[in-house]
């Protein structure tokens, strides 16, 4: 099943803060994330923003004040974000929020760096 093995930390509670717009994550193993709702939307998975290879990725502008509409359930294994500009094609499995959680620093980092050298912005 996609996103699930027999190692993979499963969500033991999701938190919607609209206000703040951030998503709060915590894990079966204890770990516990809390993502903005802008760094989920420009690293969706969905083939969109990342593409079918690396050269595909479209690099995500102007989501500084997006929000998420809903969050669904898919089967037992992923959730999926609907964002107020429309995007709603990223199945988020656990595994990947968990990755989005440890390696949220030097995500995001990147992701400003990539911004900056293509003259764009996060507003």
Excluded: C
């Excluded at 509409?69 to 968990?98: C, E, M, R, T």
């Amino acid at each position: 099943m996609a996103g699930l093995t027999p190692t993979t930390p499963i969500p033991s509670e999701i938190k919607l803060h609209r206000q703040s717009r951030q998503l709060e994550i915590s894990f079966d193993d204890g770990a516990r994330f809390t993502l903005d709702f802008e760094y989920l939307r420009v690293f969706s998975p969905s083939a969109e923003v990342r593409g079918h290879s690396p050269d595909q990725a479209q690099l995500q502008t102007g989501k500084k004040h997006v929000s998420i509409k809903d969050i669904q359930p898919v089967g037992n294994y992923a959730v999926k974000l609907v964002f107020d500009d429309g995007h709603d094609s990223g199945l988020y499995s656990w595994d990947y929020l968990y990755r989005l959680g440890r390696e949220q620093q030097r995500n995001w980092q990147d992701y400003l760096a990539r911004l900056a050298a293509a003259g764009a912005s996060r507003e």
